[in-house]
């Protein structure tokens, strides 16, 4: 029997190659110094190939690539690789999402010291102009102080911890945790972002995505008291750079530390022309201890990826479709996006998860499970972190129900699914079908029948059945430059539901003049 073969494609930690090098049940070949054209000859032979980012895992790849059954990006980004593809071939993606989480933690804390005792700049001052001048430098004390963390997961609630060993007081807001997951650290749990704008400093641990993107800008910066302190080592774009540039330049934002940037790398940027800041390339994962754990558990996923035994952070789902039914995959997709909707309509932490369905499709209730999971839990974690092998201990972790319900068919369609996903305020129903063997629709909201292709931006608004309702709503959205391209109308009793499929992004603004109507009882804004 052939050994499997690990290919190394970039260059990783010693550390990681010394497990390669002593595993003898499988063949090494470290590649990372060879060019782009020729790795696509060494790929062919490959069973598992581990890349970083010099390694581009797309079409030409993978086409090279015939005998690859999984790919190991050793770090947490994995821009560079084609997950469609990665699926259709049947190659299991993989990353190492926390092996840096120590390393960004305690850059977090470098960043917030730094700004409140300016100490790079005290440092040129001596160093490089030779001047002693120690009433130049009248730094701030962490001690005390209000510090406000956006993101309560890994990083987060470890810069916390750390925060309260200088004696600070910590307040968190993340709608998708359980409040006592930080009120048992000690740690102040808010439902109001404002509480966070009203802190001495701020710093933000989130997954980027269309909610976190933007989260501090203008408005929020004005609500802050005055010299107030902004970190940033978790994703570009958390923060507005422009409203972070007119902050800082203002004199707004006393100081600010920030690692990550829109664009990369940023030697161009405006935010670098200020005295006011303290910056750094991107050095999240830059420590010895963190590139020792990327590459050992890089190497190590590998090894259990050759050997057939697991696919440890697994990012995608293989879908061999010689062995499933070719009606299934469509289900599995409209199932994740309506979880996904779901998560978008209620941000509060899920208390439990049901799939029920009805038909043939009723026999992979399983599958449908680990995808509404996905899709429930994707917004509030990031994609880095949740994925189809980790869904159902990620939801166990967090005390989540998963309940599957197989239905007599009496709903008049061939097959249907239903995600029902409960929080500790609501409960959210979607219930969906494919017409024509792969042409998605949600066909219910709520009870609210519906025709809805789920894809795009749209806005759920619930109302009490009213005249006047929709030409209020329309001239608001009017008024605004928001271009309406579709309407969807859903009524039961008294009570209506418009889903309004439209052309721009609504901001926080428009869904509060929405919610100011009368008839209104619930808004959200939703992108699939």
């Known amino acids: 029997m052939n050994k499997p073969t690990i290919v190394v494609c970039d260059h990783i930690h010693e550390s990681g190659l010394e497990i390669l090098k002593n595993s003898e049940d499988i063949n090494y070949v470290y590649a990372a110094n060879i060019d782009k054209t020729a790795l696509l000859d060494v790929i062919k032979d490959a069973t598992v190939a581990i890349t970083r980012s010099s390694t581009d895992v797309d079409a030409k790849f993978l086409a090279a690539a015939q005998n690859l059954k999984a790919v190991v990006r050793a770090g947490v980004g994995y821009d560079n690789v084609d997950m469609d593809g990665c699926s259709k071939q049947g190659i299991i993606a993989m990353n190492v999402p926390t092996a840096n989480t120590i390393a960004a933690t305690e850059l977090t804390m470098t960043h917030m010291l730094s700004c409140m005792r300016k100490m790079p700049y005290a440092h040129a001052q001596l160093k490089d102009q030779r001047i002693w001048k120690r009433e130049d430098w009248y730094g701030q004390e962490l001690y005390g ?68 993107i933007d989260m501090i800008d203008t408005n929020e910066i004005a609500k802050m008291k005055d010299g107030v302190i902004l ?72 090894l259990e990826a050759a050997r057939g035994i697991g696919y440890p952070h697994a990012l995608n789902l293989p879908i061999d479709e010689t062995k499933i039914p070719s009606f299934v995959k469509p289900y ?46 994707t917004r509030s974690l990031g994609d880095e972190n949740i994925n189809y092998v980790n869904a159902t201990f990620i939801a166990n972790e967090r005390d989540i129900k998963i309940k599957t319900k197989v239905s007599s068919n009496i709903s008049g369609y061939k097959n249907m699914v239903s995600v029902k996903v ?84 609504v901001s926080k603004d428009i869904i509060a003049k929405l919610e100011d109507l009368e008839a209104a009882k619930t808004v959200c804004f939703v992108k699939i």
């Open 145 to 212: 102080k209000k510090l406000g963390v956006i993101g309560f997961g890994n990083i987060g609630h470890r810069v916390a911890l750390r925060a309260k060993s200088f004696e600070m007081d910590v307040i968190t807001y993340d709608p998708y945790i359980d409040s006592s997951k930080a009120t048992d650290l000690g740690v102040t749990y808010t439902t109001n972002f404002d509480d966070i704008l009203a802190c001495d400093i701020i710093t933000i641990h989130t997954p980027k995505n269309s909610e976190t």
């Open 231 to 302: 970190i940033n080592c978790a994703r570009g774009g958390l923060y507005n750079e422009d409203a972070l540039y007119d902050g800082l330049k203002s004199g707004k934002i006393a100081m600010a530390g920030i690692d990550v940037f829109n664009k990369e790398p940023a030697i161009d940027n405006k935010l670098l022309d200020l005295p006011n800041i303290i910056v750094t390339a991107h050095l999240g994962a830059n420590t010895v201890e963190s590139q020792y754990k990327i590459a050992t558990q890089a190497a190590n996923n590998a």
């Open 332 to 377: 599995l997709e409209l199932t994740q996006k309506m979880a996904f909707v779901i998560s978008q309509m209620d941000k509060q932490a899920i208390k439990s998860i049901e799939i029920e369905a009805e038909g043939d499709i009723a026999n992979y209730c399983e599958s449908l499970s680990t995808f509404a999971i996905v899709g429930a839990l």
């Open 422 to 505: 409960t929080t500790q305020n609501s409960v959210n129903r979607l219930s969906g079908t494919i017409f024509n063997e792969d042409v998605q629709r949600i066909i219910a909201i709520n009870d609210f029948a519906m025709d809805i292709e789920p894809k795009g931006q749209m806005i759920l608004f619930t109302n009490s059945d009213v005249p006047g309702v929709i030409g209020s709503v329309g001239k608001i959205l009017g008024d605004n430059g928001i271009n309406i391209s579709d309407f969807r109308l859903g009524r039961k009793k008294d009570e209506a539901l418009a889903v309004i499929i439209v052309d721009n992004n």
